[in-house]
């Protein structure tokens, strides 16, 4: 079976622009969860989605957003790139109450804002 | 708020070496979730094992093992036998069904 899916793997933006990032879960897992990780850094929880619909909020601002798709795949749009966006972006995907055990991560996203 | 506190930010054994990481972390919840994961430089985040709030039984799996301590809030791992294979960046996280705090990890390095 394939693990978590996260495309691309690599994307270097200018200051300003938009990005979309992509996942697709674990075939059967319903939940899908965004983290950054800034270098150095432990990751840090963006946003949750089950059964398309936001299950939960990090402290970040209005520029991210995310939205999950009826085949449970799932996008991260940042707009407005400022410099401290550059960072591993992680997908994460579960099972409702598998999150309890653990989630499967992706290989992530390198975002590199220039 | 829940935080988690790895206060080694690098350790660095000779192969072989049994090696210690350390976890201290604070929630108010009285039900919750303990996680060791590992991030080799390929950057993707390996599960090791978990813990929930009411098992403090600590266990061994091959050559991992954990030692969770409630009444220190302390959850720390430890390898025996360490391998080259074994470098890499270690997080310690706690969290439920919404969302994981990780700590800011603690790099492992394995000497031949």
């Known amino acids: 079976d394939a693990g978590v899916t996260q495309s691309p793997t690599h994307l270097i933006k200018t200051r300003g622009q938009h990005v979309t990032l992509r996942c697709s879960p674990i075939s059967g897992h319903k939940s899908v969860s965004w983290y950054q990780q800034v270098l150095g850094q432990g990751p840090q929880f963006i946003f949750q989605?089950?059964?398309?619909?936001?299950?939960g909020r990090g402290n970040f601002p209005d520029r991210f957003s995310a939205r999950q798709f009826p085949n449970y795949s799932s996008e991260l749009n940042v707009n407005a790139l400022l410099l401290g966006d550059s960072a591993l972006y992680l997908c994460?995907?579960?099972?409702?109450?598998?999150?309890?055990?653990?989630?499967?991560f992706g290989s992530g996203t390198r975002l590199t804002v220039v | 708020a829940q935080k988690v506190t790895q206060a080694q930010t690098e350790i660095s054994v000779v192969e072989k070496e049994d090696v210690t990481l350390d976890c201290v972390y604070e929630?108010?919840?009285?039900?919750?979730?303990l996680f060791w994961y590992k991030q080799p430089p390929s950057g993707e985040l390996v599960f090791l094992i978990r813990r929930n709030s009411f098992d403090e039984q600590n266990e061994i799996s091959g050559r991992y093992s954990w030692n969770f301590q409630k009444s220190t809030s302390s959850f720390n791992f430890t390898i025996t036998a360490s391998q080259v294979v074994d470098s890499a960046v270690y997080f310690c996280?706690?969290?439920?069904?919404?969302?994981?705090?990780f700590g800011t990890g603690t790099k492992l390095q394995v000497i031949p």
């Open positions: 929630t108010r919840d009285t039900t919750y979730y």
């Open positions: 994460a995907s579960s099972t409702p109450g598998q999150g309890l055990y653990g989630y499967t």
């Open positions: 996280a706690l969290g439920g069904y919404q969302k994981v705090t």
């Open positions: 989605y089950y059964e398309k619909e936001e299950r």
